[in-house]
C-alpha cells in the first residue's frame, strides 16, 4: 500500500520544488505512478498534491499496537499486530490499552459463544456471523481489576506463547511438525478459555453449556 500522507511533502520538502523534491525521493515510485498523473489530479481525496492521500486523522492508529479483525466470519479473527498493517473495507483496526488481554478474549471460546448467541444481531446463513461496531461494543467483556489481574497477565502471556506456536506452525517444514504445533494451539486455547471462565466466575454447569453444542 502507498501511503504519503496529505501534508507529507510540504513537510519535508524544505525549500524545494514539490515535484523535483518528490520525483528526487521516491523516483522509482513516481515513475510507476507517472501514467495515473492526470486521473490523479482529478481526484477529491487528494491531499496537497496529486501523489498524497487526503488528510486523515486516524492514521497514526495503523501504526499502533492493534487488534485486526474481519466482520463477517465463521469464527472470531482477532489478530494482535505490531508490525503496521493497514486494512480496509470489511476488515477493522481496534486500539487503546490492554490490546493483548483483548485479544485473548475475543478469540475466546467463551466470548464468541456470548457474542454469537446474544449480540451479534442476527445471523448469516447457518453458521456466519457479523462483528459490527455496534454489536461488539455492547458485548460485555470483564474489565481488569486487581482482584483479576494476575488472570490477565496469565492470559497475556498464553497470548504471547499462542504468536510463537502460530508463527512455528506456519513455518513448520513437515506435516508431523505442524501436527505437534497445532496440539500445542489447541492446549493453550484451553488454557485461555479456562481463565476466561474464571473472569467471569463461571460454575461447571455454565461451562457445559458453552462447549457442549446443542445445549443452549
Not at 37 to 55: F, N, T, V
Not at 73 to 99: C, H, I, R, W
Not at 111 to 137: C, D, M, T
Not at 156 to 162: A, I
Request: proline share 5%.
Amino acid at each position: 500500500m502507498i501511503i504519503i500522507p496529505a501534508g507529507w511533502t510540504n513537510e519535508n520538502r524544505g525549500k524545494k520544488n514539490a515535484e523535483k523534491f518528490i520525483e528526487e525521493t521516491f523516483p522509482s515510485l513516481i515513475n510507476y505512478l507517472k501514467p495515473f498523473e492526470s486521473k490523479a489530479k482529478k481526484r477529491d481525496d487528494q491531499g496537497d498534491y496529486w501523489w498524497e492521500l487526503r488528510a486523515c486523522s486516524y492514521y497514526p492508529e495503523f501504526e499502533k499496537e492493534k487488534l485486526v479483525y474481519s466482520e463477517i466470519v465463521l469464527q472470531p479473527q482477532f489478530y494482535y499486530d505490531t508490525e503496521n498493517y493497514y486494512v480496509e473495507a470489511t476488515n477493522f483496526l481496534m486500539t487503546g490499552k490492554s490490546v493483548k488481554y483483548l485479544c485473548g478474549l475475543l478469540n475466546s471460546n467463551p466470548v464468541s459463544f456470548f457474542f454469537k448467541n446474544w449480540y451479534a444481531g442476527g445471523g448469516l446463513g447457518e453458521e456466519g456471523y457479523r462483528y459490527k461496531k455496534a454489536f461488539l461494543e455492547n458485548t460485555p467483556l470483564p474489565p481488569i481489576t486487581p482482584k483479576n489481574e494476575a488472570n490477565v497477565k496469565k492470559i497475556e502471556t498464553l497470548v504471547d506463547q499462542m504468536l510463537e506456536t502460530q508463527k512455528d506452525f506456519h513455518n513448520a517444514k513437515t506435516e508431523n511438525d505442524k501436527k505437534l504445533y497445532k496440539q500445542k494451539i489447541d492446549i493453550i486455547d484451553k488454557q485461555i478459555d479456562e481463565l476466561v471462565y474464571q473472569l467471569y466466575d463461571l460454575n461447571d454447569e455454565e461451562i457445559k453449556i458453552i462447549e457442549e453444542p446443542g445445549r443452549c
